[in-house]
């Protein structure tokens, strides 16, 4: 990733000047090529054009979309996605264990197990939505995954792209 440090100015420095003859002669050159007037800009903008007297050229949308993916591959290096959901299932399972030892507590019907429930992780949430949670703890738990499955479907979708 490039790093950019300002220093004062001293004088030394090329002031810069963005000069439209240069600008306007790779329009020209373009279509010099035979390009139309609209495919001769749309060119400059995808592959971006050299300042001629500056030594850098005013970045395209190829490189600005290129550099961008190259960060987006560096940011997903860095952290590993793949327990992302064994938080939120533990959760599912420690819930359902407190739930069972209040209902014995309670002498009532023990909770499903977590075993029996189906294998997703949205899967598990949508079939406890309508379970009469007697542990008001467990209840608060699974309301706060609950409140939490879009940005667990969203996560999932992202995954499944990758």
Known sequence: MKS???TAWDGTQQPFSL????????YLENIM??????????????????LAGMDFQVMGLRDLLQQLHEQI????????????????LQAIE????????T??????EPPPKFED?????????????GFP??????????????????????LMLMLRRR
Do not use: C
């Open 73 to 88: 591959e560096q940011m997903l290096s860095q952290y590993s996605l793949e327990k992302a959901f064994d938080m939120p």
């Open 4 to 6: 950019i440090i300002y």
């Open 133 to 154: 949670f007697l542990d008001q703890s467990s209840h608060e738990v699974f309301q706060g995954w609950r409140a939490r499955e879009k940005d667990i479907h969203k």
């Open 94 to 101: 420690d819930l359902l264990k407190k739930e069972s030892q």
């Open 117 to 129: 429930l189906p294998p997703g992780l949205l899967e598990k949430l949508r079939s406890l939505e």
């Open 19 to 26: 000069k439209r003859r240069e600008i306007i002669q790779t």
């Open 33 to 50: 090529m035979g390009m139309d007037p609209n495919m001769a800009l749309a060119q400059m903008l995808w592959e971006g054009f050299p």
């Open 103 to 108: 209902r014995q507590s309670q002498d009532a």
